[in-house]
């Protein structure tokens, strides 16, 4: 499992910056009960990227699903369907249902 811990470009004014970013993916990957039991000493890719407003962070359909993101700062948007259903800010996970699933991702996440 890789897991990328992503910025859009609005920050969020939350400090962090004390924590490395697999810190900061462990602490929130913990929260979903079925990565209760990460541990920063587990065998996991961690990248830190950074997406442009509009970018795409995952496509509804893709069939790549052995991503996940928490978003460390920003807002993105998520759309079903070419529709726009929800919101995410900092601390949110994205991408855990394809992975879980083992199957394309349901809907498709944007940086704002």
Same mark, same amino acid.
């Given at each position: 499992?890789?897991?990328?811990? *992503?910025?859009?470009?609005?920050? !969020?004014?939350? @400090?962090?910056?004390?924590?490395?970013?697999? /810190? &900061?993916?462990?602490?929130?990957?913990?929260?979903? *009960?079925?990565?209760?039991?990460? !541990?920063?000493? @587990?065998?996991?890719?961690?990248?830190?990227? /950074? &997406?442009?407003?509009?970018?795409?962070?995952?496509?509804?359909?893709?069939?790549?699903?052995?991503?996940?993101?928490?978003?460390?700062?920003?807002?993105?948007?998520?759309?079903?369907?070419?529709?726009?259903?929800?919101?995410?800010?900092?601390?949110?996970?994205?991408?855990?249902?394809?992975?879980?699933?083992?199957?394309?991702?349901?809907?498709?996440?944007?940086?704002?």
């Amino acid at each position: 499992m890789g897991v990328c811990v *992503s910025h859009t470009l609005e920050e !969020t004014g939350f @400090d962090d910056s004390n924590m490395t970013p697999k /810190q &900061f993916a462990v602490s929130q990957l913990t929260s979903i *009960s079925i990565f209760s039991k990460v !541990t920063e000493d @587990d065998e996991l890719v961690y990248q830190e990227l /950074q &997406f442009m407003p509009g970018e795409d962070i995952v496509v509804q359909g893709d069939a790549v699903t052995d991503l996940i993101y928490v978003l460390r700062s920003g807002v993105c948007e998520v759309y079903k369907d070419g529709t726009m259903i929800n919101t995410l800010n900092r601390c949110s996970v994205i991408g855990e249902r394809a992975f879980i699933a083992e199957t394309t991702r349901s809907a498709t996440v944007k940086a704002k």
